[in-house]
């Protein structure tokens, strides 16, 4: 089998559905996204030059509730890897009991070789391109690798002038001022926060160990330092 991000996920869910007895149509459903949405999306560079990039919404499964998961911004965000990503969301969702579905989107893009401004255009391409197949009833986007709270800003904004109406549940990661949850930023490294002080209370010592790199490293080493861990790696 190539190796893969989806083929690796077909392969890990091919083994658990082997040891919880799952049906063929089940294993079927579970690897066979619902949607899979494939756009083109050209802007004008700060250079005066047009650039085309690859536009992705994969819409795995919305069993549980609207479709959830986040945009990426990356070079390797290819549709094999978002499908697999929105694939692992449905299953997260489920696994923790969230009533909402899977899905993931992606442009495949370097956002080291691109302004602010460019990316703002880019990140409204994406809005325009899948704007019939995307909302708060029906496919909520959140940010991931090099989507910040200023780029769902700028998504939620383009979203309401093409439809007309406040809808701030459409997108999630958004700033507090334009509908924002407070304690949004770096989430991923909040949870990790939690386990930290969880195992603590089970007599570990409370030591940041094993922390992730970049953003989610950064808000990990944050917040354990101010509750007082000792630093042992980074």
């Known amino acids: 089998m190539v ?3 989806f083929a690796n996920y077909v392969e890990n869910l091919t083994k658990a559905a082997a040891a919880l007895n799952l049906t063929e149509p089940e294993l079927k459903m579970l690897q066979t996204p619902d949607r899979i ?6 802007i004008i560079l700060d250079s005066g030059e047009q ?29 094999d890897e978002v499908k697999a990503l929105a694939a692992l969301m449905a299953v997260k969702c489920a696994a923790v009991n969230i009533p909402l579905g899977g899905g993931k989107g992606g442009v495949q893009c370097n956002p080291k ?7 703002e255009k880019i990140a409204r391409a994406w809005v325009g391109a899948m704007a019939d197949y995307v909302g708060e009833d029906k496919d909520i986007p959140a940010p991931d690798v090099y989507t910040t709270p ?15 109406r406040s809808e701030p549940g459409f997108i999630t990661g958004k700033p507090i001022s334009v509908g924002g949850s407070e304690g949004a930023e770096g989430p991923l490294p909040r949870k990790g926060r939690f386990m930290c002080w969880r ?13 992730a790199s970049g ?6 080493r944050r917040f354990l330092c101010r509750a007082d861990f000792a630093r042992l790696r980074v």
């Open 3 to 5: 190796n893969t991000p």
């Open 37 to 42: 949405i494939e756009k083109k999306i050209k």
């Open 51 to 79: 650039k085309e990039f690859n536009a992705y919404r994969v819409q795995f499964n919305n069993a549980r509730g609207p479709y959830k998961g986040g945009i990426r911004f990356h070079p390797a965000a290819d549709i």
């Open 113 to 119: 070789e691109l302004s602010k401004a460019s990316l």
């Open 150 to 164: 200023e780029i769902m800003a700028q998504m939620l904004d383009e979203y309401e002038k093409i439809k007309g």
């Open 199 to 211: 195992r603590a209370g089970a007599g570990f010592r409370k030591r940041a160990r094993g922390l």
């Open 215 to 220: 953003d989610s490293g950064f808000w990990q």
